[in-house]
């Protein structure tokens, strides 16, 4: 039986894009650490940010809610815990960035031009879903909680247990309203299109109105709309948005091939 003579060609390009993917991850990982390290620095004024939406609290400004930590390692793992999180927003827009470097060689140049887009939305995206949930539902829920007995228990907050709360309801706001985004990105490598999308709405609204139900748990709609009816209008824009991007039609774009396939 005789070797391949193309076998070692064949797997020298998977070979490349590993070594290619490997070096994107560590320089990201880098970016994170930086940011973290930065985040790091400003870890009380970060915690005092997350405790601003217990003013919402009749209780808290009464001076009836404690805010405390009961382990020995609580405030150093909870620092790590908030650095991390702000630095990985700080680090956000570079990491998109060797995400694009990693997968730009694989499109056409017409597709390359929308790096910087695809980058700054990505990032604003992710931010102005979380100061949207800060700003707009975060003290309203937060308020409703604490006063949901009308002060006849007295809440003792544990602080890691708090803010971890809060860090994953801000992470859940980021990451949906990049939803226009992901359309794009579905769009392009062929996974979905406007037309799916479109006949999809209803499915989309039923997934958005239980999503928005579980992420506010306050019996009251109007938190639950202040959820469901932004990230339904990113989900039209992620519509337009498809539309807008999708795959031009294999006859027109046949002469033209990436530098490099993934």
Not at 55 to 84: C, H, K, M, P
Not at 85 to 109: E, H, N, T
Not at 158 to 168: A, M, S
Request: no cysteine; charged share 15%; glycine share 6%.
């Amino acid at each position: 039986m005789t070797a391949d003579p193309n076998a070692n060609l064949k797997s020298a390009p998977l070979f490349d894009h590993l070594d290619e993917l490997r070096k994107r991850i560590v320089i990201s990982v880098i970016f994170l650490a930086v940011g973290l390290v930065v985040a790091f620095q400003y870890r009380v004024q970060l915690i005092d940010l997350t405790k601003v939406p217990l003013n919402a609290s009749e209780q808290y400004r009464a001076g009836d809610v404690a805010v405390v930590t009961q382990g020995l390692t609580d405030q150093f793992v909870l620092s790590l815990n908030i650095s991390f999180w702000a630095g990985f927003a700080l680090a956000l827009p570079f990491i998109l960035s060797q995400v694009w470097a990693f997968i730009a060689p694989g499109l056409y140049d017409h597709e390359r031009r929308w790096a910087l887009p695809f980058i700054i939305g990505a990032g604003f995206s992710f931010m102005g879903g979380a100061v949207f949930g800060y700003y707009l539902v975060l003290p309203t829920m937060v308020g409703f909680l604490l006063d949901f007995l009308a002060g006849s228990v007295t809440p003792l907050l544990n602080l890691r247990d708090y803010i971890g709360t809060v860090t994953t309801f801000l992470i859940a706001f980021g990451l949906s309203f990049e939803l226009p985004i992901l359309s794009v990105i579905l769009t392009r490598i062929g996974i979905v299109n406007h037309t799916m999308l479109r006949k999809g709405w209803r499915v989309a609204l039923i997934v958005i109105m239980i999503f928005a139900a579980v992420i506010t748990p306050t019996p009251d709609p109007t938190s639950m709309l202040m959820v469901a009816v932004p990230l339904y209008v990113l989900y039209e824009l992620g519509v337009i948005l498809s539309r807008a991007f999708r795959l031009p039609p294999i006859e027109d774009s046949a002469d033209e091939t990436p530098a490099l396939g993934l």
